[in-house]
């Protein structure tokens, strides 16, 4: 490390601190490695900028088309998802009640279908188990007596 100070010195010239004198030395023994950085930073943010216009440009072509056409089929579904997807990614639209409504109403919407399914799982699961139904006594002994028979019909066969 010392011997990296020295030579950075010596390079640069005395008198600076030696993370000053290393920089330099770095920038002028390595310049092409140093402005590569530095512009792949600005061509990443641009990039990323590009995207984002183009994510928000996209969200407003779907919505036109969506909204002005009546388009039937796996095409107007391909085109509900995008807008779907789409809703999540651009900037919060407070005017667009379709930004509003994705954004909002459908996650709560999945959720509610989510509780649905696991309440009418539960349900059928203590059906099943019989904890729900409650049976009198003769209607017991029928149940068994109709499976009794069933087996006897099974083992003959």
């Known amino acids: 490390m010392a011997a990296l100070r020295v030579a950075a ?8 601190t030696p993370a000053v004198a290393v920089d330099k030395a770095q920038r002028r023994l390595f310049p092409r ?13 641009k990039l990323m900028r590009e995207i984002h216009n183009m994510r928000e440009e996209l969200y407003d072509k779907v919505s036109y088309a ?5 388009i039937p089929g796996r095409a107007g579904k391909h085109i509900n998802r995008l807008r779907e997807e789409l809703a999540v990614q651009v900037d919060p639209r407070p005017g667009d009640s379709t930004w509003r409504k994705m ?4 996650p709560l ?20 188990a019989g904890r ?4 009198d006594p ?13 087996r006897k019909q099974s083992e003959t066969k």
């Open 9 to 16: 010195r010596r390079l640069v010239g005395g008198g600076q």
């Open 33 to 45: 490695l140093s402005q590569s950085a530095k512009q792949g930073c600005e061509d990443r943010e």
């Open 66 to 70: 969506e909204r002005t056409y009546s």
């Open 103 to 106: 954004r909002v109403l459908d």
């Open 109 to 128: 919407d999945r959720c509610m279908v989510f509780a649905t399914l696991t309440f009418s799982l539960y349900v059928l699961m203590c059906m099943a």
């Open 132 to 135: 729900i139904v409650e049976l």
């Open 138 to 150: 003769d209607e017991k002994q029928w149940i068994q007596k109709k499976r009794g028979e069933a």
